[in-house]
């Protein structure tokens, strides 16, 4: 019954090392987020996807990109992580104006 | 611009009723939400509201809105401990798709 997934819930990099996290969905809802949440915060939008128009955030680090490469599978890049980045990454869909469904998140340690 | 305030905890007695309030700037809001998210996990979609409405009562929770005084509040009747988690309150004008999160209100149970 899972309707927005993400993969892996936890993942550890390196100071610097590039880290991939997915997303996928079986809501077959059109537009496609991510977050970056931090301990006792408001989940902050880095960018979404409306249909296939990928929409950045302007305080988004050029550090993180996105790929959606059909309308179930999103992506988040961070090309070099920094102990900064380490933070919990949640992924939300909806359709269209509607109502927003998180994913379980991804909780990404930086070492 | 928009902002969602909320008080950061609350503390209640298994059993007694919570309230968890919200004020919000953006006269245009529209939508309003409540999610909750347990240690460790996603945004769960609790309830919304249209702007239109008053009140909106889903078993033991109850959501009030006062439009004019852009104030929202979620009781939760009989709360119990498993209850405790962060809720968020969210709002979103009817053109836009991206919502607007408060900071999010910690609520504790104790026996």
């Known amino acids: 019954d899972a309707m927005v997934i993400q993969n892996p819930r936890y993942q550890v990099t390196q100071f610097g090392k590039p880290v991939t996290l997915s997303c996928s969905q079986t809501l077959n809802h059109n537009v496609m987020y991510w977050y970056q949440q931090k301990s006792s915060q408001a989940p902050k939008l880095l960018f979404h996807?409306?249909?296939?128009?990928?929409?950045n955030e302007a305080d988004t680090p050029d550090n993180f990109q996105s790929r959606r490469p059909n309308t179930s599978f999103c992506f988040l890049d961070i090309r070099s992580p920094g102990l900064g980045d380490a933070a919990m990454y949640l992924c939300?869909?909806?359709?269209?104006?509607?109502?927003?469904?998180f994913g379980p998140g991804t909780r990404l340690l930086v070492l | 611009g928009e902002d969602v305030e909320q008080s950061l905890f609350l503390s209640v007695r298994e059993g007694d009723s919570s309230v968890i309030n919200c004020t919000y700037t953006?006269?245009?809001?529209?939508?309003l939400y409540w999610y909750k998210q347990e240690p460790g996990a996603g945004l769960q979609l609790l309830t919304y509201?249209?702007?239109?409405?008053d009140m909106k009562q889903d078993q033991r929770l109850t959501v009030l809105l006062n439009k004019k005084d852009k104030h929202l509040s979620l009781r939760i009747a009989d709360t119990q401990t498993g209850d405790s988690a962060i809720y968020f309150c969210?709002?979103?004008?009817?053109?836009?798709?991206?919502?607007?999160f408060g900071r999010g209100t910690s609520l504790i149970v104790h026996p």
């Open positions: 969210a709002e979103r004008a009817g053109g836009s798709y991206i919502p607007t």
């Open positions: 509201i249209f702007s239109n409405m």
């Open positions: 953006d006269s245009s809001s529209t939508y």
């Open positions: 996807y409306y249909d296939k128009d990928f929409n």
């Open positions: 939300a869909t909806s359709r269209s104006q509607e109502t927003q469904y």
